[in-house]
Structure formats: structure tokens, C-alpha cells
């Protein structure tokens, strides 16, 4: 006796979908939806995806180690690059100047006052 498994409605590969009323309905993505808002003439004052304006997060920013991306929460106090374990701070000792200034270049801080 074979059953068939029952179809899943979101691993459909077109991304549609039948409503029981048998209307099709197609999916959009939001680049879709953007340029189909660029291209109408909207009454003004109306919201729309590109005229929301996101207030600055409250949130302290995530700092993520130099070497290996991992979040950091430790900073060498000599070379200024962040570190997230003890294994990592042996490899921030053992660094050149120059390579470390390079680090904190691709970072975008400043170079290494000593």
C-alpha cells in the first residue's frame, strides 16, 4: 500500500498558491514590490517600504574579534585589536606591528598609538 505524502505549500517551486476559492496566487519578493511602488503615482504622505525611517538602535554595537570574527568581548590594551579567547590573545602577542596596523586599517580604527 503506497501513500502518497501530502503536498507541503511552501516547497512549492514556483511559489504559488491555489486559495480554496481556486484563485492562484503568486508570491512576490521585495525587490518586486519596490519597483512596483517606484513606478505608481501614490498620494503623498503615504507609507510605503522606502519611506520608513528606522530610529538609531538603543543597543550598544557588536564588536567582533580581528582574527577570527567571532564576537569579542575582550581588546588588547597594547595593540588595540579585539580578541574573543585566550587562544586568540597568543596570536595577537605574536603579531608585527605592520601586520596588526593592517588589521586595524581593515577594521577602521586608528593606528596604534604607542
Known sequence: MSEEPPKIRFKNPQYSYIEPGGKKHVFKSLKQILAVEKTQQWP??????TSFNAPPS??????????????????????????????EYTVVKTLPSDIVAGYLALRGASSIVG
Open 44 to 49: 503623498e504622505g503615504t507609507m510605503s517600504y
Open 58 to 87: 538603543l543597543r550598544p554595537p557588536k564588536k567582533y574579534s580581528d582574527i577570527s570574527g567571532l564576537i569579542a568581548p575582550y581588546t588588547d590594551p597594547h595593540s588595540k585589536l579585539r580578541y574573543a579567547n585566550s587562544e
